[in-house]
């Protein structure tokens, strides 16, 4: 396409140059899942570290899903994520992550497993005042093949435990990432998406050898 007609400006060339669009330079590009159950502050961690306006599908809480969703625990829960949550972050070293974060309820499980399809890993989300609500997402995660990390989110009123007796509770592989934050704070929310992100580079195998150059 001739750049009079592409609507992007040409440059002295004449090509059309690539203002607003990704530089040339090597990127590792993640797409990882942020899981957990409902209430557990996926959104939010979503919203705290991406550097993108972030894409949110979240609907008011009524009387008659009471019983299905039982906000007792959480008075200031309003609404909830029916579909997705998606954002982008950059970290040092060109790499991209995707986050996709996904409903809680196991009746959206359909929906979780297109919206895991392609992700290299899932960040856990937990509450220690329901640490037993963790149990079925991280089957529902070890059932897509994804390695994953666990983030114990902390909330005012949440018990603390140390990470030895919260990695024995949550019968935890010895290599699976356990990590503290609290999804509010930025730092604190990216040491839990390094740690996730680590441990997805660490058990992907090496990128092949690139082919000898011909005569």
Partial sequence: MDSAHSGRPADRTGRASRVGYLPDRDQTLMKLVVAGPFGVGKTTLIRTLSEIATLHTE????????????AALLPGKRTTTVAVDFGRLTLPGQV???LFGTPGQRR??????DIARGALGA????DTRRLADSFEIMDMVEEQGLPYAVAVN????????????????????PATPLVLCD??????????????????LHGLPPA???APEGP
Avoid: C, K, N
């Fill in 59 to 70: 609907e008011a809480m009524t009387e008659t899903g009471a019983p299905v969703d039982d």
């Fill in 96 to 98: 991209v992550l995707y």
């Fill in 108 to 113: 959206f499980f359909p929906l979780w497993q």
């Fill in 123 to 126: 960040l856990v989300l937990a």
């Fill in 154 to 173: 902390g909330f005012p009123d949440a018990p603390v435990h140390s990470v030895d007796v919260l990695r024995a509770h949550l019968d935890l592989h």
């Fill in 183 to 200: 999804a509010r704070e930025r730092r604190s929310s990216l040491d839990a998406l390094i740690a996730l992100a680590e441990h997805v």
């Fill in 208 to 210: 092949p050898d690139p």
